[in-house]
């Protein structure tokens, strides 16, 4: 069980690298292609964040390679998914009180 990506990495120092098998398992590898070393997680993992975790802890201050997606993000953040949603609606209720502040504060025309 190796990852592709791991064979093409020939100009970059130790990373971890991060996969999911055809199965839907998730697996970690490091890898130090100029030393021509790859070690694979010794067990698969139901998750990328599990894997993510253990990989961290195997390899502390190891990059680990693995693309971001929307979901990597959301599954990183102590307030889930939720963050992102949570500062656009703040964002929104604040742009609309300085309006309507801005409004009441205008001279009336007449």
Excluded: C
């Excluded at 971890?16 to 839907?24: K, N, P, S, T, Y």
Aim: net charge negative; hydrophobic share 45%; no cysteine.
């Amino acid at each position: 069980m190796t990852p592709p990506e791991i064979e093409k990495r020939d100009d970059i120092g130790p990373a971890v690298e991060l996969w999911q098998a055809g199965d839907g398992d998730w697996w970690w590898a490091y890898s130090h292609p100029q030393e021509e070393v790859m070690l694979l997680s010794n067990r698969p993992f139901a998750s990328r964040r599990e894997a993510r975790q253990s990989a961290r802890r195997a390899y502390p201050g190891v990059p680990i390679i693995q693309a971001a997606s929307e979901d990597d993000l959301a599954e990183d953040s102590p307030f889930g998914g939720k963050a992102l949603l949570a500062g656009v609606a703040a964002g929104l209720v604040l742009a609309v009180v300085v309006w309507l502040a801005a409004r009441r504060h205008q001279p009336a025309e007449g």
